[in-house]
């Protein structure tokens, strides 16, 4: 992974608001359709929109731009937050699959990709709660 020498927020580098709601959008088309996802679908409420608001609030906020999350329901915490789930190796590489699908689908730019998914596989790596 090339890392890039942009001074540009990871929000302003995706183009802001509009590709990040289309990211999340598509994140959880793929959750919603990929077969091999399914064990953190059921996680999920059988309606979509919640997880996929707050999804978007975080992910504005982790990527320099406005701090919607934690102006509406304060610190993150997100370990705490996913404790009531099971959430091992397969779980956390179920969720990278949908947000590779995400990211192939609205982030052209490759290097950007490539940068975006090794940040957000150490998210997901850290909320995992079973050993393996």
Request: hydrophobic share 35%.
């Amino acid at each position: 992974m090339q890392i890039s020498s942009d001074s540009r927020t990871l929000y302003e580098r995706i183009g802001g608001e509009a590709p990040l709601r289309r990211l999340v959008q598509s994140f959880y088309r793929h959750m919603d359709e990929l077969r091999e996802t399914q064990t953190i679908r059921w996680m999920h409420a059988d309606n979509l929109q919640s997880a996929e608001n707050k999804l978007f609030m975080f992910l504005s906020g982790w990527m320099g731009g406005p701090s919607l999350y934690i102006e509406q329901f304060g610190h993150p915490r997100l370990r705490m937050r996913h404790m009531p789930f099971s959430i091992g190796e397969s779980e956390r590489d179920q969720w990278m699959l949908c947000m590779k699908h995400a990211l192939d689908d609205v982030i052209e730019d490759q290097n950007l990709r490539d940068e975006l998914y090794a940040s957000l596989y150490g998210v997901a790596d850290f909320m995992r709660n079973q050993p393996e």
